[in-house]
C-alpha cells in the first residue's frame, strides 16, 4: 500500500528509483565481479606476484595458462582495506557511494587515491563491500622498480584483501573489459540468432498449419457442395420413384388393351373379327 505522505513509497521502496535498481540487477549480473555469467565468459588473467605467477577467472583459480590478459599483485603493505555494511538501497548507485567514501577516508591527495572494491556478501538488506584504497604513484613506483612496467595500461593491478582479489580500477583491466564485453555482444548475437531461428520455425509451422487450414476449409467447402447435389439427386430420385409408383398403381388399375388384343389375335385365326370389345379393369 501507498503510505501516507510518502506517494512514492510502495512497501518501502522509492518507486522513483525502481528504474535505477533494475539497472543495477542487470549490471550486476551481466558486469559484476561475482556474476555468473563472467565466471564463464571473462578472460584468463595470469597474476603475478613476488613469489609466483597464477591464473584466474572472474577471481578464482583456472586451470588454463597462457593468458592474453596480465596482472600485477600487490603487495599488503600499499594497500588500505576496509570493509563496508551498506543497506540494500544502496546497491543502485553504489559506484556513487563508494567514490564519496573513498573521497572521506583516503589519506592520499584526490588526483593520486586509487580503489577498487568487490561485494562479499549480499542479504535481504545488507551488502558487505570490501573497498581498497591505494596510492597511485606508490604503485607506479612498486611496478617500475619490481616488474620495469612505467605504463599504467600495460597491466593490470590487484590486491588482495580478506582473502578476496580486488582489482584495482584505472590501470589495465580496459583490455579484459572489451574482450568480456565483446563476448557478451557475441554470446548475445548467437542468442537472438537462435531467438530468431525458433521464432522463423514456429512461423513457418504457423504456414503450414494455415495452409492446412485453408486446404481443410476448401476441402470442408467441396464436401459440402458435393453433399448439397447428392441432396439434390436424392430428392430427384425420391420424386421419380413417387412417380413410378403411381405410375404403376394406374397401370394396376387399368391395364393396357393392346396385351388382351395381342392375345385374341393369337387365338383367332385370320377369317375372325371383332365387332366390339370392352375391357373394364381386368375384365
Not at 609466483?52 to 594497500?79: F, H, M, N
Request: hydrophobic content about 45%.
Amino acid at each position: 500500500m501507498l503510505q501516507g505522505g510518502q506517494n512514492w513509497e510502495l512497501f518501502g521502496y522509492d518507486m522513483r528509483k525502481v528504474g535505477r535498481h533494475w539497472l543495477a540487477a542487470w549490471r550486476d549480473l551481466l558486469l559484476g565481479h561475482d556474476s555468473p555469467v563472467r565466471a564463464r565468459l571473462d578472460e584468463v588473467v595470469a597474476l603475478r606476484s613476488e613469489d609466483d605467477e597464477r591464473c584466474y577467472q572472474a577471481g578464482q583459480p583456472s586451470r588454463e595458462t597462457g593468458a592474453a590478459c596480465k596482472a600485477i599483485l600487490l603487495p599488503d603493505e600499499l594497500v588500505l582495506a576496509r570493509t563496508l555494511s551498506l543497506p540494500l538501497a544502496a546497491e543502485g548507485s553504489l559506484q556513487q557511494v563508494l567514490a564519496l567514501e573513498v573521497n572521506a577516508n583516503s589519506p592520499f591527495a584526490p588526483d593520486d587515491t586509487g580503489h577498487g572494491w568487490r561485494i562479499l556478501d549480499r542479504s535481504d538488506s545488507q551488502l558487505q563491500v570490501q573497498l581498497v584504497i591505494v596510492s597511485l604513484s606508490a604503485v607506479m613506483t612498486y611496478l617500475g622498480q619490481h616488474y620495469d612496467i612505467h605504463d599504467p595500461r600495460a597491466r593490470e593491478v590487484w590486491a588482495r584483501s580478506s582473502g578476496e582479489l580486488v582489482v584495482i580500477q584505472g590501470f589495465g583491466e580496459q583490455l579484459r573489459e572489451q574482450r568480456y564485453r565483446k563476448r557478451l555482444l557475441r554470446c548475445a548475437a548467437m542468442l537472438a540468432g537462435a531467438a530468431l531461428l525458433v521464432l522463423a520455425g514456429f512461423a513457418v509451422a504457423a504456414g503450414f498449419k494455415g495452409a492446412e487450414a485453408a486446404r481443410v476449409a476448401a476441402m470442408a467447402e467441396r464436401v459440402q457442395a458435393e453433399a448439397a447435389n447428392a441432396s439434390r439427386l436424392r430428392s430427384s430420385l425420391s420424386r421419380a420413384n413417387e412417380t413410378i409408383a403411381a405410375v404403376n398403381q394406374v397401370t394396376a388399375a387399368y391395364p393396357n388393351p393392346h396385351r388382351e388384343l395381342a392375345r385374341l389375335t393369337r387365338l383367332l385365326d385370320d377369317t375372325a373379327s371383332v365387332e366390339r370389345f370392352s375391357m373394364k379393369g381386368l375384365e
